[in-house]
């Protein structure tokens, strides 16, 4: 997980997959015990399709069946909260806020050695449009 942390800057770490073949290696190595790091680290790839595939075979999620009602009431209250702040704007602001994610969705910043960008300026993100609507 440190070696993802580290890599947070790589561009489509989650997105992109990684070969196969390596894959099945770390994971292996891993189920062992017995990591190269050295083998590894230079594909950041790699390491996010391997934590990947193990978070889709484990035989429950992390955030548990069991809790399954409870963590969707605590993200709907959260919702309600957004939107009544969100309900406080100025009507401008409002609209502006409404109009912007759009405007910002997938343009790509030249400035960046990243690519494109998603608008980091808005905080909570292109989601505000489900609070918008």
């Known amino acids: 997980m440190s070696h993802l942390l580290e890599s947070g800057r790589e561009i489509g770490l989650f997105r992109l997959a990684a070969a196969a073949t390596v894959v099945k290696q770390l994971k292996k190595s891993l189920d062992c015990g017995d990591v190269d790091h050295s083998k590894f680290s230079a594909d950041p790839h790699?390491?996010?399709g391997a934590l990947k595939s193990y978070l889709r075979e484990l035989p429950e999620p992390l955030m548990t069946y069991e809790l399954y009602g409870?963590?969707?009431k605590a993200v709907q209250e959260?919702?309600?909260?957004l939107k009544a702040v969100l309900q406080k704007l100025?009507?401008?602001n409002y609209n502006n806020l409404r109009?912007?994610?759009a405007a910002f969705h997938g343009r790509r910043n030249s400035s960046s050695p990243?690519?494109?960008q998603r608008s980091?300026?808005?905080g909570i993100g292109l989601r505000l449009r489900?609070?918008?609507s």
């Not at 959260?78 to 909260?81: I, N, V």
């Open 99 to 101: 109009s912007a994610p």
């Open 114 to 116: 990243f690519g494109t």
């Open 120 to 122: 980091p300026c808005f």
């Open 78 to 81: 959260r919702l309600e909260q």
């Open 130 to 132: 489900t609070l918008l």
């Open 70 to 72: 409870e963590w969707f």
């Open 46 to 48: 790699a390491v996010a």
């Open 90 to 92: 100025p009507q401008e």
